[in-house]
């Protein structure tokens, strides 16, 4: 299985963006679809934002609608998701995840966290009131 690695977390005030990146080596390779998700102080782990292969499709949690955004670059094997107008609920450990392949990447599917089979180790993000 490939690797996967999240970077760019941080602390920031609220209001203010982050861009997050997940890059995923080895056999897993990136011409899969990708998931985003989080958890946050004393939460489940929840569904943030999803792409499809090739970029042209994406999904978003409605709680993080309008202010994130996810984008890939297969030539460079990495996911990112692009975090504008932050606020102190989106205090959360975020994780970059490989959709299993072979499996329909829809709505229903993408946010169910057994469908994916590597995970990256989480990257932390603080949101200041």
């Known amino acids: 299985q490939g690797q996967v690695v999240e970077s760019g977390g941080g602390l920031l005030q609220a209001g203010g963006s982050l861009r997050l990146s997940c890059t995923v080596s080895?056999?897993?390779?990136?011409?899969?679809?990708m998931g985003w998700f989080r958890q946050g102080p004393g939460k489940e782990r929840e569904f943030v934002s999803g792409?499809?292969?090739?970029?042209?499709?994406?999904y978003y949690a409605d709680a993080v609608k309008g202010r994130f955004t996810i984008s890939r670059d297969n030539t460079k094997n990495t996911v990112d998701l692009q975090m504008n107008s932050l606020k102190p609920e989106d205090t959360a450990v975020y994780y970059c995840?490989?959709?299993?392949?072979?499996?329909?990447?829809?709505?229903?599917?993408?946010?169910?966290?057994?469908?994916?089979?590597?995970w990256g180790q989480g990257t932390q993000v603080t949101v200041s009131s």
């Open positions: 792409i499809n292969w090739n970029g042209a499709n994406t």
């Open positions: 995840a490989v959709f299993n392949p072979g499996l329909p990447f829809t709505i229903a599917t993408m946010t169910r966290q057994h469908e994916y089979h590597s």
């Open positions: 080895g056999r897993t390779g990136t011409t899969y679809d």
